[in-house]
């Protein structure tokens, strides 16, 4: 939450108007208190339907520190014809004696079809020259982000939002051959990326993982994309052909083709499930061992069986990041590169084909 | 003397293929023993260090926590203390479920640290453990105790065994003061690595955990324009500052008996000496970045009693003002001994005699009520060999200064000559400025929680070395010996000021402290 602000609005206006008010602005809160400075990291274009964007606006509003340090929000309503913008500036606290106070940056730019045409003469001045920008469109509009794409690095999408998954899957493909993409899909199965590489980080277990024999896993229903991510990850890291899954009711089943055996693969619907990703992990290999990690309360529920059948339980603390935390961190990821995306979505895709 | 220095931290595994492009690396399974579980420091940054790994999902798989400290308590009650410094202090709010499960099954072991039955009973609450896992865990002993109690405790957990465990990595973390003189670091380190070898032994420096040291790292070493300048053909004098504009508070106890010298120069300013002064390391893993840092220290001259009046210069505080609020001299502060000669600044000129720093001066200063919080390096470059411009109403050409900020706005500054507006050639000195916090989204964590990770990973990058230990105390012994035995008033500042006057002396002709 802001605590001080300063805004600019205008009707009928022009991007070099829009500009110009942003640098006024930024002049007249520095001379107000040398304190405020701009942030300068990273630019973010949403391209949003107008009647959604206090709904995006509240999700942006959530992500804190991860905020871009200039958004540039277009509003789009088919019918306009009059430019619209609104220039806010705000920083989120006062700054403290000897300290300084960031100023992060929110332009509004309400538009219609007539200008689509030149939308990127509109966006282009109202980025940070040198920043890299983040391209996001959550209401689809796929031919706009095309129209956009020279300005950006790294497009954000959910890929679970896509009715198909396998029309998910190839146009992150698609994308990823042009530019960097960032997929909240496969940011919701980063905890259990991690603690399945913990499991099998002691050296006695790195073997184990060569002789994987089943993995199952419980997503929500509309969180396919992610489970065939977290299988893809699995089969490109672990060098595994994964063959074509088949429906089974409300699960998809196949296999996968590791060195020494076959890899069964089980991706279930977990209806009870009531937030996007997923539900439960579960890992078998030909030894005997089993290792199920499935959500909890205050982290994920551990629970093993060792090749001779013990069994133990236990929490893996962890905070749940929420839909919030999942989008704050597919901000902050534009600023990085994770070679291990792209291999997972290429075995992921094969699982389709 | 240093012993099994150069020595790899731990045998090469090999890869696990999943930890590819992961940002967190995973943690071997650990079971830490904080000792001193229930002091100031276990609270204020321990405890809640390890809720936020907690919560960001960052400990490792298994987890266990067990306190031990003299105050009998049971169990729960334990864990209660443990909630309500996490609450108190966390840099977030804790999250129920989360610090539950965090705390659910901590152990508690009270006795004196020279107790061996406390330590039968921690082996006990270890194995337990370890029963319950279903496989051996690393055990990682935490010494938040005051620093007489190292040497005891080490002793204890070589008598009880405790120091090598089967199929398991154990390791000892000692927090500062790792002695009062050189004679008390050397013989604390004779008596650890008698009990432990050193890749095992993890010595605290939370300065090296915060980021905006590792930074300076990155800021050398990431970027080829300043290396063909960091040198003594380019470089003037180099200042380094930690002041701080508070007293010293409710801690006379300790203040007074260790003073400015021992308190933040012999180990935190020492160490960004090193930073600034090291070769490139061969590559960045423990034993190269820690060899470099040693080197630095080897070629730091040690001064002979004659040589100290002309390098070191102490002082305490006078009455005077902070924040707009009158405030007491050091003498005047609860708890110190009248007549106290400890003091509370401390500057030195230091030299780094090798091919790269011969001749040129590091003037380090610490202190406390002094005009502002800051901790700075600011290196100072030679003048340009020949002023074409006139100097007529003009600040004139002075040198290039690149000042690296720590705290508390992380950044650097450039101060370059440039033209004033107008018709005649008037340079006058401007600045470029850099801030870290205007240029990334993520919130630095906590130095302990760094430290905490990395030495569960038994990463030692950050911690300090036996003969790093040795070779500060090197430089600093001289100092402290020869300052006990002169006899006081020490000079004076006022509070809130620039320090003492007599800080000039040790500044060569033209050189000036930076204003605080």
Redesign the interface.
């Known amino acids: 939450m802001s605590v001080s602000e300063a805004v600019w609005s205008a009707q009928g206006t022009t991007p070099d108007a829009i500009e110009a008010a942003l640098r006024g602005l930024l002049i007249e809160r520095h001379a107000e208190n040398d304190s405020y400075v701009p942030a300068r990291v990273l630019n973010m274009i949403a391209f949003v339907d107008r009647e959604w964007t206090g709904e995006i606006a509240n999700r942006l509003r959530g992500v804190g520190r991860y905020h871009a340090s200039r958004l540039l929000v277009l509003a789009y309503e088919p019918r306009r014809v009059r430019l619209d913008a609104r220039v806010m500036i705000a920083a989120e606290n006062e700054p403290a004696p000897g300290e300084l106070a960031l100023l992060r940056e929110t332009v509004v730019v309400e538009l219609g079809d007539r200008h689509l045409d030149d939308l990127l003469t509109i966006a282009d001045p109202l980025v940070v020259t040198d920043l890299p920008t983040l391209l996001w469109s959550p209401h689809g509009h796929h031919e706009i982000v095309e129209h956009l794409l020279p300005l950006a690095q790294s497009v954000l999408l959910d890929s679970v939002d896509e009715p198909d998954a396998g029309e998910a899957l190839a146009r992150a493909g698609t994308l990823a051959e042009r530019v960097y993409v960032v997929d909240l899909a496969w940011l919701r199965s980063t905890p259990w990326r991690e603690r399945v590489a913990a499991t099998f980080d002691p050296p006695p277990l790195r073997t184990e993982l060569g002789t994987l024999s089943q993995v199952d896993v419980r997503h929500h229903p509309e969180s396919t994309v992610a489970a065939m991510l977290l299988i893809g990850w699995l089969a490109s890291r672990l060098d595994w052909q994964p063959g074509p899954l088949i429906a089974h009711g409300a699960a998809l089943t196949g296999t996968a083709r590791a060195s020494r055996q076959e890899v069964n693969l089980r991706l279930e619907s977990a209806p009870e499930l009531m937030v996007r990703g997923l539900e439960d992990v579960t890992l078998e290999t030909a030894k005997g061992r089993r290792v199920q990690l499935r959500r909890g309360r205050g982290g994920l529920r551990a629970r093993v069986r060792e090749p001779r059948g013990h069994e133990h339980e236990w929490t893996i603390p962890g905070a749940s990041r929420g839909e919030t935390g999942v989008l704050g961190e597919g901000i902050r990821q534009a600023l990085l590169r994770d070679p291990t995306y792209l291999p997972a979505l290429a075995a992921a895709r094969a699982m389709l084909s | 003397m240093a012993v099994s220095a150069g020595r790899a931290t731990e045998e090469p ?2 890869e ?9 690396l ?4 650990t079971t830490l023993v904080i000792f001193g579980a229930t002091g100031d420091l276990a609270r204020r940054k321990l405890l809640p260090a390890l809720y936020n790994l ?4 960052a ?5 266990h926590l067990i306190g031990v400290s003299r105050k009998e308590k049971a169990h729960e009650a334990y864990r209660a203390e443990c909630e309500e410094a996490i609450r108190s202090f966390s840099r977030r709010k804790p ?8 705390l ?1 099954d901590v152990k508690y072991v009270p006795g004196t640290f020279d107790d061996a039955h406390v330590y039968a009973v921690l082996g006990e609450e270890l194995d337990r453990f370890e029963q ?4 051996p865990l690393n055990r990682a002993f935490y010494l938040s105790t005051a620093p007489g109690f190292f040497p005891v405790i080490v002793g204890q957990l070589g008598e009880s065994e405790l120091n090598h465990h089967e199929g398991s990595q154990v390791r000892v973390i000692i927090e500062k003061p790792f002695g009062t003189s050189l004679e008390e670091a050397r013989e604390l380190n004779r008596k650890v690595l008698a009990i432990f070898e050193e890749p095992q032994v993890f010595r605290i420096d939370h300065y090296l955990g915060k980021e905006t040291v590792q930074n300076m790292m990155a800021f050398r070493f990431a970027n080829g324009m300043f290396e063909p300048l960091w040198n003594r053909n380019y470089i003037d004098s180099v200042q380094i500052t930690a002041a701080e504009d508070i007293g010293i508070g409710s801690r006379a106890d300790y203040y007074d008996k260790a003073g400015a010298l021992r308190d933040l120069i012999q180990n935190h300013m020492l160490q960004l000496l090193c930073h600034v002064a090291m070769e490139p390391p061969v590559s960045f893993t423990a034993e190269e970045v820690r060899n470099e840092k040693v080197k630095v220290l080897q070629a730091v001259p040690h001064p002979s009693a004659a040589q100290i009046a002309g390098m070191a210069v102490r002082a305490q505080y006078t009455a005077g003002h902070a924040g707009g609020e009158d405030v007491v001299g050091y003498l005047e502060e609860d708890g110190v001994p009248e007549g106290s000669n400890t003091e509370a600044y401390a500057a030195l000129r230091l030299g780094v005699d090798n091919w790269r720093w011969a001749g040129v001066p590091f003037y380090l200063r610490t202190g406390k009520r002094l005009a ?2 800051v901790t700075e390096i600011a290196v100072t470059l030679k003048p340009v060999p020949h002023l074409a411009f006139s100097q007529d109403g003009s600040l004139g050409v002075q040198p290039n200064q690149l000042v690296l900020t720590l705290q ?2 992380e950044g650097v500054s450039l101060r370059l000559g440039a033209k004033i507006p107008g018709t005649r050639m008037i340079i006058r000195p401007v600045n470029m400025e850099f ?1 870290y ?7 630095s964590p906590e130095a302990y929680e760094r430290l905490i990770t990395d030495a569960m990973r038994g990463d030692a990058t950050l911690f300090t070395r036996n003969d790093e230990v040795e070779g500060q105390w090197m430089i600093c012994d001289p100092i402290v010996k020869a300052w006990e035995h002169e006899p006081g008033p020490l000079p004076t500042y006022e509070a809130g000021s620039q320090g003492p006057a007599e800080a000039d002396r040790l500044l060569r002709p033209g050189d000036h402290w930076r204003a605080i």
Do not use: I, M
């Open positions: 595994q090999a696990n293929p999943l930890t590819a492009g992961l940002e967190r995973p943690v071997p399974p907690a919560h960001d999902g400990l490792p798989e298994r987890f999250d129920d479920d989360v610090l539950a499960a965090l659910g319950q896992a279903g496989e502002r919080k508390p706005n801030l916090g205007t240029a990334f989204l993520s919130q």
